[in-house]
């Protein structure tokens, strides 16, 4: 069936189910709307994970890529690139209107002991201020790094969600991350 906004589900419901006093709903009307119903409330995922990445650190914001591993992007809602280290949402590929995403990221850090890293959530290579620093403890002791935010995509583009790094020059190892995003039919997905 269709994804679709919660505004669109509320207009097929006001259409597809009249008072019924002319016998207008039918199997086939509460059928497809059900089935869309399904397909919008739907959990969808989009996840990437890193494993391990070694990288060169300056006070310019980067992409943190390669990623190892795509774990998942439900057909419809995400794809995923583990070179570019991003999720996509898919708005204009199924003809979405907007889209709310739940964006989570975490990884561990390991660098230079008492130096700063930051780690940011980008869109379409735009910082969204959703990020959060740490003070690297050196060799063998791993700090973690989580964010947690909702951003929206209008229907104009897909949105591209990647994790970008900056700090204190040196080498930083960075291991067991993983960016996620779970699609939110809620009614600001419009």
Known sequence: MTIKSILNLLAQADSSFPDNTSQAITPALLRAFVKDFLDTMSPAYGVIRLTTLLKALTSTPQ??????????????????????????????????????????????????????????????????????????????KPESINVVGLGYTDGATDAAWALFVYGDAGNYTFTNGSLLCQAQPVRSFV
């Open 63 to 140: 992409a943190l890529s390669p990623f190892n591993s795509s774990v998942q992007a439900t057909t419809g809602y995400y794809r995923t690139s583990v070179v570019t280290g991003q999720v996509i949402r898919d708005i204009l590929s199924v003809g979405i209107p907007g889209a709310t995403d739940f964006v989570i990221f975490n990884i561990d850090v390991e660098g230079p002991n008492g130096n700063l890293v930051t780690v940011e959530v980008y869109k379409n290579g735009l910082s969204t201020g959703f990020k959060t620093s740490v003070t690297t403890n050196g060799a063998g």
